[in-house]
C-alpha cells in the first residue's frame, strides 16, 4: 500500500514575513488610550525595523513619563504579533519633539489663538472659541444645579455621567465646583491631566473623561479667587480641554446662584439645567432659587431630580428620613418632570469616597437602576427635536 507524500515544514527561508506597509497597516487600528486616536494617524509610530520574524517598533510618546505606556506597549505588541510570519515583537519609546507635539495640539484642538472676534461673536471673552457655545455642536450640556450644598448634587452628577456612558453615549464632566471640588475623587482617579503643548488631556474612569480643580490644587487648599479669576477658569476648561465632541458634557455647579453659574450661562447659552433637592419642603423651596437663577440668565430648567428620598430598613420598610413631596412640588411649581427619586443608601455614600460609583459598581442595584432610568429619561425623553427654520436643521 503507497504511503501518502509527506509534506515537510516549511523552512524560515519559505516563511512570508510581513512588509513594513503590512505592519503599519496592522497598528492602524491600535488607539491611543488617551486621545481615542490611531496611533499611526497622530504619527506616534517613528520605526518599523523587521529581521525575520523579528519586529521592532519604535513609539513617540506625547509625554515622557506617560502613565499609559505599558498598555500601548501592550496594544502594539498584540496587533504586531498577530501578524502571520511574526515570532516577537520589540517596542522601544521615544518622546514626541516640541514642534510634533505642537502639531498635534493643532490638529486636536484648533489653534489657541483663535481671533476676538470670532470670540466676541458668540458673547464670550477673547481666546480660543468654546465649542460647545456653537449651535452646530453635537454636545448636549447638562448643567447640575442645587439652592445649597449637602444635597449630594456631586455624587448625582458623578453616577448620573457614569449610567449615560453605560448607555454607550461619550461623556465628559467639568467639576465647576471650585470650591468644593470632589467629582475626580468620586471617580478614582488618580492621575492627573496630560499636558500637550498646552493642552489639557483629560483623565478618564468607568468611561467618562473629567477635568476639575482638584487637580490643580491640594485636597486640603483653599481656593480664594474672585470672580474675574474664576470666570478665567472656567473658560480654560472649556477651551483648553481636549473634549473630542461627546455626546454630553456635564459641568457639577457650585451650590448657589452666584459668579460661576453667570459665566457658565454666558458660555454656554445652550445649556439644559437639572435641579437636584432633597424631600423636605425648606430645601426644594431653596432649590427653586436654583431654578430661578436659571430663568434669569435664559437658560431652561429640564427636569428635578430628588436624592435621599427614603431610607430601607433591615425591616424592609421605607422611612422618609428627610420628609417627602418635595421634589415633585418643586417639579410642578416650575413646569417640569419630576425624572426620578434616588434613595438614601450607604453604599451610595461609600462609593462616592472610595473612587467606587454605585453606578458603576452594582448597577442593577436599588440605586444603580434609579440613576439608569434618569440616564434614560435624559437621553431619550427629554432629547432635543429637530426644527428646520427657513431650510436650516436647528436642534430645538
Known amino acids: 500500500m503507497p504511503h501518502p507524500t509527506a509534506h515537510p515544514e516549511p523552512s524560515r527561508k519559505d516563511t512570508v514575513v510581513p512588509t513594513e506597509a503590512e505592519i503599519t497597516e496592522a497598528l492602524r487600528p491600535v488607539e491611543d488610550p ?64 516640541k514642534e510634533e507635539l505642537a502639531n498635534l495640539r493643532q490638529s486636536l484642538n484648533g489653534n ?70 470632589s467629582i475626580p475623587r468620586m471617580l478614582g482617579i488618580q492621575q492627573q491631566p496630560t499636558v500637550i ?18 487637580f490643580f490644587a491640594e485636597e486640603d487648599q483653599a481656593v480664594v479667587w474672585r470672580g474675574p479669576m474664576l470666570h478665567k477658569a472656567l473658560e480654560q476648561f472649556l477651551t483648553d480641554v481636549f473634549w473630542d465632541d461627546p455626546d454630553y458634557l456635564i459641568i457639577d455647579l457650585p451650590p448657589g446662584t ?3 453659574s453667570i459665566s457658565i450661562a454666558q458660555f454656554l447659552p445652550r445649556a439644559e439645567v437639572y435641579v437636584v433637592t432633597t424631600p423636605q ?8 432659587r436654583a431654578a430661578a437663577m436659571a430663568d434669569k440668565v435664559n437658560l431652561k430648567v429640564r427636569g428635578v431630580i430628588e436624592n435621599m428620598s427614603w431610607f430601607t430598613g433591615d425591616d424592609g420598610q421605607r422611612y422618609e428620613l428627610f420628609g417627602e413631596g418635595g421634589g415633585q412640588e418643586l ?7 419630576m425624572l426620578g427619586k434616588i434613595p438614601l443608601l450607604n453604599d451610595l455614600r461609600e462609593g462616592s469616597d472610595s473612587g467606587q460609583p ?5 448597577p442593577d442595584g436599588e440605586g444603580g437602576r434609579v440613576f439608569a432610568s434618569i440616564a434614560e ?17 436647528i436642534l430645538g
Not at 447638562?142 to 455621567?161: E, H, M
Not at 417639579?331 to 418632570?337: H, L, Q
Not at 454605585?358 to 452594582?362: F, G, P
Not at 429619561?377 to 436643521?393: C, F, Q, S
Request: aromatic share 4%; glycine share 10%.
Open 34 to 97: 488617551e486621545l481615542h486616536r490611531s496611533i499611526v494617524d497622530l504619527g506616534m509610530v517613528k520605526e518599523i525595523a523587521q529581521s525575520g520574524g523579528n519586529v521592532r517598533v519604535m513609539i513617540a510618546l506625547t509625554t515622557p513619563g506617560c502613565p499609559l505606556k505599558n498598555e500601548i506597549n501592550s496594544r502594539v505588541s498584540t496587533a504586531v504579533r498577530a501578524l502571520a510570519g511574526v515570532d516577537a515583537v520589540q517596542v522601544d519609546f521615544t518622546s514626541m519633539t
Open 112 to 181: 489657541p489663538a483663535a481671533t476676538a472676534g470670532s470670540q466676541q461673536a458668540h458673547g464670550h471673552a477673547e481666546g480660543r472659541e468654546i465649542p460647545f457655545g456653537d449651535p452646530s455642536s453635537k454636545t448636549r450640556v447638562l448643567l447640575i444645579a442645587s439652592g445649597k450644598g449637602g444635597v449630594g448634587k456631586s455624587s448625582v452628577s458623578t453616577n448620573l455621567a457614569i449610567s449615560l456612558a453605560q448607555r454607550g453615549k461619550s461623556v465628559a464632566i467639568v467639576d465647576a465646583d471650585v470650591w468644593g471640588f
Open 197 to 214: 503643548d498646552s493642552m489639557l488631556v483629560p483623565p478618564e474612569a468607568y468611561g467618562v473623561r473629567c477635568i476639575s480643580m482638584g
Open 258 to 260: 452666584g459668579d460661576i
Open 281 to 288: 419642603p425648606a430645601a426644594q423651596r431653596v432649590a427653586q
Open 331 to 337: 417639579a410642578d411649581r416650575i413646569k417640569v418632570p
Open 358 to 362: 454605585i453606578a458603576a459598581i452594582d
Open 377 to 393: 429619561r435624559i437621553d431619550v425623553e427629554l432629547a432635543p427635536t429637530r426644527r428646520y427654520n427657513k431650510g436650516l436643521n
